[in-house]
């Protein structure tokens, strides 16, 4: 598993690699803790609004996509951070397994012939949120009324994730630092 660059806002886990982070994160989301509620609360939320939201992003990606001749898809990207492993393993969901073979500038394993064969709400944050211009350009020309739905539907799952990330912070700050 590559090391993430980007680190959570505790010292001690923010340097943690990522093998690690996912162990101790598991046992995190494994114990009883009357804490979890709103962790497990949060990200199933989010998993919903991001369901909802894949067919607009769906319908743009399918039309983009197909005639472009560069790839935004790259191994590089798939890796899964700190964040995308607290909300995977608190859905009591397991990530895809990478394959060895390729680079990172590789065109991603998991993009198979009619885009990402993982579904969005188990991709990492930055592959379900990445607009190319493109993208943006073609989703900004779609109904006013349906992309501001779009819109709002982003900030509310970007509070969600934030709540669900503070949740996480808050109960292990309560409880030992791992070893």
Known sequence: MK???????????????????????????NSNSNDLYRIRKRARELFQFIKMADPFIQKHTEAVCAVCTGVCCMNKHAYYEHEDIIYILSL??????????????????????????????????RCTWFFCTPLLASMHNDSAVVYRKFIGSLEEMTRKRKDMLNAFIELVQKNKQPT
């Not at 090391?3 to 989301?29: H, P, Q, W």
């Not at 397994?97 to 065109?107: L, Y």
């Not at 993009?111 to 990402?116: D, E, I, L, P, T």
């Open 92 to 125: 009591g969901l397991e990530t895809p397994v990478f394959g060895n073979s390729g680079v990172d500038s590789d065109p991603c394993q998991f993009m198979g012939s009619h885009g990402c064969t993982v579904s969005r709400p188990l991709r990492p944050y």
């Open 3 to 29: 090391n993430s660059k980007k680190a959570l806002k505790i010292d001690y886990l923010k340097d943690m690699d990522l093998g690690n982070f996912r162990s101790y994160t598991e046992a995190v989301c």
